[in-house]
């Protein structure tokens, strides 16, 4: 399985990191190695000083598709989740000013923890879901994903363009504002709409 993840979907986001806000949809990957299922700790890596959470919006897709059209889409992802796209900002940084590829500051072990997957029909609209992230019991992160960028069926035909998707691969969706760092110790909780959908330490 593969995991994508878009960057800068949410304008609030792409404004607090002084990044242009996107004329066309940005991705990247993460190996199946960043994955971290059942609320297991994340352990924090010693290779950066300053890892940051972003909470986001995660699809499961269903099928196998090639230069998706948009309009058929919505077919091909059948359940959603909720993750964190953990990211090395000081190494991300560094990345971007050699004009380097992400993967060590966002692909690396553990860099992707997920919940559990609901089927898409037991939400009322996947366009208008809410969600958060509390650190500590404090909420630090909220969203909405009608405020995305970029559509789910947009992100999902632009990535098929290039590569093709096949069941079981997940597409983190981009986070709202509000990212920041992570120390030792902290409680991560999210949430979609008022469920507690991953709750875990990091270690
Ligand atoms: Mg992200």
Redesign the pocket.
Known sequence: MKIF???RNYIDHAKELNNPVPAEPMFFMKPDTALVKHNKPFFYPDFTEDLHY?V?IVLKLSKVGKSVDEKFAHRYYNEIGIGI?F?ARDIQSKCKEKGNPWEIAKAFDGSAPVSEFIPREKFEDVHQLNFHLDINGVTVQSGNTRDVIFSFERIISYISKYITVKMGDLI?T??PAGVGPVKIGDHLQAYIEDVLMLDFYVR
């Open positions: 993840a878009i960057g972003e986001e796209d990211t983190f981009g986070t």
